[in-house]
């Protein structure tokens, strides 16, 4: 079935930590791919997105996220976490001929020690 | 700028009971798309709508319906309630009937269904 796969489901890093998350998704064609995070009590917020370009796309807080086509991959990653960054990361895809529709995965929770 | 809201933050029904669900998307936003969200898992789709007419539909039985108004505000409505129907119930609205600038996410209403 056509899905969006997160690896991690929990990842617990400490402060300056590098920070990478997998998602894989299994949609042919041209995809909108998205990164959304929901921070403890608060509501989804749009992280980044890429639609078309420069497959390497920076977002909000130091987040950036690499599209790699060969691989229906898109990982986030930010240099150096902070205690802030703890937080619920979801991945989305906009499947193709069907873009008023995203399709999430099942999230990765993140948890940084101060 | 307002974002997306939703009414009511919560709502706790009993089985065989409807629900009305409310949003008002971020002012100037055609589209609105709902999702329900169970707890530990990612958003699932369940409408789009876009100038008051259903774009998207996924797959969800028919006790679950929508409507979008004049003023692109929107209801989902849940019939027959089950104990399943418990969750999240996010409401996301975007500028046009594609996420070609993206959707942005409401508070929620979690529904709790005894």
């Known amino acids: 079935a056509q899905s969006v796969s997160q690896h991690n489901h929990h990842v617990i890093l400490s402060e300056a930590a590098s920070l990478e998350l997998g998602c894989n998704y299994s949609y042919g064609g041209t995809v909108n791919l998205f990164w959304y995070v929901q921070y403890p009590g608060q509501h989804l917020q749009l992280l980044l997105k890429y639609f078309s370009g420069d497959p390497l796309v920076k977002g909000i807080k130091g987040f950036e996220a690499e599209f790699i086509k060969s691989k229906f991959s898109f990982n986030l990653r930010k240099p150096s976490v902070q205690w802030s960054d703890t937080a619920e990361y979801f991945c989305?895809?906009?499947?193709?001929?069907?873009?008023?529709?995203?399709?999430f995965g099942q999230g990765t929770t993140l948890q940084v020690k101060p | 700028d307002a974002g997306v809201t939703q009414s009511p933050t919560h709502l706790i029904k009993t089985r065989g009971q409807h629900v009305t669900l409310r949003c008002s998307p971020i002012?100037?936003?055609?589209?609105v798309s709902w999702y329900q969200q169970v707890l530990g898992q990612g958003p699932q789709f369940i409408f789009q709508?876009?100038?008051?007419?259903?774009?998207g539909r996924g797959n969800f039985p028919d006790r679950f319906s929508a409507r979008q108004f004049p003023n692109y505000s929107s209801e989902l409505n849940v019939n027959a309630l089950l104990l399943g129907d418990s969750a999240l119930y996010l409401c996301a609205s975007s500028a046009e009937t594609g996420v070609v600038g993206a959707q942005y996410f409401g508070p929620g209403t979690r529904l709790l269904v005894l």
């Open positions: 989305a895809v906009s499947p193709p001929g069907n873009t008023g529709k995203l399709i």
């Open positions: 709508y876009y100038e008051k007419e259903e774009r």
């Open positions: 002012s100037g936003h055609k589209s």
